[in-house]
């Protein structure tokens, strides 16, 4: 209980959200991502891929993604993805993990940007204009309003699709990513990807 208490204070200290400090900074959200150890009504414990544990609350409101697997066949032209990527030296990205997004969520988040995966990662939200085989994989032209990239799938990167899940999914063992934020001084989570039967986020 006392290694429980010290990892909540140290995420609220991370992420600049102790309940000394929400009266003079804004309210920021973070990402974790982990694993979940123990889950009630009002509580959800998780433990972060560093091995830090987490007790977060869980509002009335929260909303919850059920993650799965679909083929990379599943990517044509026209669809609005997501891709964890990293640069490559011909100005390639390297992808990591592919989320094609339900119609219902096109244009989510739009764009190219640094990401929090590992050092050097990306993200880049768009729409597949062409897909090509390659050596390598598949070669995606994405398109975005501000530009473009182009995407090298290799063989065996995850590739996930999501659709409106509940609270049933968050079991012990369930592999989670979630945005939390300091509100009334205690860390909740505002909304949760989770995997079903075991299956593992890739990010």
């Known amino acids: 209980m006392i290694a429980l208490r010290r990892a909540t204070l140290a995420f609220c200290l991370a992420a600049g959200l102790c ?3 929400t009266a003079s900074l804004p309210s920021s959200t973070v990402r974790l991502r982990g694993t979940v150890q ?6 959800l414990t998780i433990k972060e891929r560093s091995g830090e544990v987490i007790e977060l609350a869980l509002p009335d ?7 799965f697997p679909i083929a990379l066949a599943d990517i044509q032209p026209g669809s609005y993805i997501g891709t964890a990527a990293l640069p490559q030296a011909d100005g390639t990205q390297l992808a990591m993990a592919v989320t094609v997004f339900p119609e219902s969520a096109r244009g989510t988040a739009e764009g190219h940007r640094p990401f929090d995966l590992q050092p050097q990662s990306t993200m880049t939200n768009a729409t597949v204009a062409d897909v090509v085989a390659a050596p390598a994989g ?55 990807n989770a995997g079903r039967n075991g299956f593992a986020l890739p990010y």
């Open 138 to 192: 598949r070669r995606l032209r994405l398109k975005y309003k501000d530009g473009e990239k182009i995407i090298v799938v290799p063989p065996g990167a995850p590739i996930v699709s999501f659709r409106p899940g509940d609270r049933s999914l968050l079991v012990p063992g369930a592999s989670v990513s979630l945005t939390a934020q300091a509100i009334d001084g205690k860390p909740t989570a505002l909304r949760i």
């Open 38 to 43: 123990s889950v009630t009504p009002g509580t």
């Open 19 to 21: 309940a000394a400090q």
């Open 61 to 67: 409101k929260l909303v919850v993604s059920e993650v």
